[in-house]
T-cell receptor, first 116, second 112 residues
Framework: DADVTQTPRNRITKTGKRIMLECSQT?????MYWYRQDPGLGLQLIYY???????NKGEISDGYSVSRQAQAKFSLSLESAIPNQTALYFC???????????????FGPGTRLTVT | AQSVTQLDSHVSVSEGTPVLLRCNYS??????LFWYVQHPNKGLQLLLK??????LVKGINGFEAEFKKSETSFHLTKPSAHMSDAAEYFC??????????FGEGTQLTVNP
């Protein structure tokens, strides 16, 4: 089973609708992240959470909100979807690797969201 | 502040020939640097990472990268391309914390 799972994998929704993307992990990591990927732009950070009570905005948080329901679950919501939120969304987790004294992020398979 | 520039948006090579994907970085701290690969319709997979140990880093699938502080570069290489290497590659920098900054990606095409 995958360590980081995302549901749904694909979603088509209409402008103005509320939608939630969910992320679950079995790696036991405290830190979780949401990114969006647009062609030619790499990945941009939307929100990140260092633990259940610590949530922070990333580079492009406008129009999004998040909820950290538990250590293993981190959800991303679009309160009122708009077409320019059409993108590929990735969840990631990270933990501190003592061997390399660095953080390494592990990514889910992605959710392809289309807003019409 | 940290940033990454991938110098080529597309690279095309023939199977069996060397691969070079170029990456320059900017960081106020001693950076950690990563290369991730994304195959079509797949998530991101870590290829290799530099974290201030050896400057020549070996990764999976025969890839390696060399950290050159004087040139602020972290280019990814492979001696002989395989068809399965066709994918998008991302150079990523971290200032030592857990936040990552991604480059814009390089699409690698491998021709038979």
């Amino acid at each position: 089973d995958a360590d980081v799972t995302q549901t749904p994998r694909n979603r088509i929704t209409k402008t103005g609708k509320r939608i939630m993307l969910e992320c679950s992990q079995t790696k036991g990591h405290d830190r979780m992240y949401w990114y969006r990927q647009d062609p030619g732009l790499g990945l941009q950070l939307i929100y990140y959470s260092f633990d259940v009570k610590d949530i922070n905005k990333g580079e492009i948080s406008d129009g999004y909100s998040v909820s950290r329901q538990a250590q293993a679950k981190f959800s991303l919501s679009l309160e009122s979807a708009i077409p320019n939120q059409t993108a590929l969304y990735f969840c990631a987790t990270s933990d501190f690797a003592v061997r390399t004294l660095s953080y390494e992020q592990y990514f889910g398979p992605g959710t392809r969201l289309t807003v019409t | 502040a940290q940033s990454v520039t991938q110098l080529d948006s597309h690279v095309s090579v023939s199977e069996g020939t060397p691969v070079l994907l170029r990456c320059n970085y900017s960081s106020s701290y001693s950076p950690s640097l990563f290369w991730y690969v994304q195959h079509p319709n797949k998530g991101l997979q870590l290829l290799l990472k530099y974290t201030s140990a050896a400057t020549l880093v070996k990764g999976i699938n025969g890839f390696e990268a060399e950290f050159k502080k004087s040139e602020t570069s972290f280019h990814l290489t492979k001696p002989s391309a395989h068809m399965s290497d066709a994918a998008e590659y991302f150079c990523v920098v971290s200032d030592g914390g857990s936040r990552l900054t991604f480059g814009e990606g390089t699409q690698l095409t491998v021709n038979p």
